[in-house]
């Protein structure tokens, strides 16, 4: 990962959004979830000079273009069907309900406009729907990449021994991600840190993210402490739960 290029990715923070998405989190780690995460770390981190970082977020982008997109589609599916109707239904519609030639234009005109403007509400605003028209791999790259990025504005890349981990939870998409510093990638298999993201994300689905948070932490400092142990002048470096 090169820190110069994320650098430049990471955009101003908005308080009011920031706020928002505080409390969506607190909804699946509330308040007492989060200090005894925050307890956990610290234990964890009286064994070893590995620095344990945990970081929640509610979502890792807003994902503006695939809606937009699916948007658009819509859009599109909706005009085709109301002229292949009006095609068939105009005359007998006209005459039913006695409308004139404007009214016609204009319903035909505004009706779909509504609907779509509807369509993308529902879309932007309610989470499984919106799941739904976004592909997984957009999901899981974003995540990926907002890890990258936290990683270094978070300070993790700049611990002393080169030992900072962190933990970044995405509870939207239901993504975990596990980014290691190279003193401990030299010691701890990829492997190791592949089963402990599964543990998060099972605990995500059953709703006990904070439960499999702490286990995997209580597994981070079993592991480390035979690798890292603590030192004499070891000093706590980084936040022991960052909310976002």
């Known amino acids: 990962m090169a820190a110069e290029a994320l650098a430049e990715e990471v955009l101003p923070v908005d308080g009011k959004k920031e706020k928002r998405m505080n409390n969506k989190v607190k909804k699946w780690f509330s308040p007492s979830d989060q200090e005894e995460i925050i307890e956990a770390v610290k234990q964890a981190e009286k064994l070893t ?17 695939p809606l937009f997109l699916t948007t658009i589609a819509f859009s599109t599916l909706l005009t ?10 105009g005359e007998m519609i006209q005459l039913r309900y006695k409308l004139n030639s404007f009214t016609l234009v204009s319903i035909s005109a505004l009706l779909p406009i509504l609907l779509l403007i509807l369509f993308y509400d ?17 999901l899981k790259r974003r995540v990926l990449e ?5 990683f270094y504005r978070q300070g993790i890349a700049n611990t002393v021994d ?3 981990i962190l933990i970044y939870i995405s509870i939207f998409e239901r993504q975990v991600v596990i980014l290691a510093d190279a003193g401990i990638n030299e010691k701890v298999s990829k492997d190791f840190w592949a089963d402990q993201v599964q543990i998060i994300v099972e605990g995500l689905k059953q709703k006990e993210g904070a439960k499999a948070l702490i286990k995997v932490i209580e597994q981070c400092k079993g592991t480390l402490a035979k690798e890292f142990p603590i030192k004499a002048n070891d000093t706590d470096e980084l936040s022991n739960l960052i909310i976002k």
């Open 162 to 164: 080169r030992t900072g």
């Open 49 to 65: 000079s590995g620095e344990i970082a945990p970081l929640i977020t509610y979502k890792s982008g807003n994902y503006n273009k």
């Open 122 to 138: 529902l879309l932007t605003n309610l989470s499984f729907l919106k799941k739904i028209f976004i592909p997984k791999s957009v």
């Open 80 to 89: 085709i069907t109301g002229i292949i109707l009006w095609y068939f239904l």
């Open 146 to 150: 907002q890890a990258e990025i936290e």
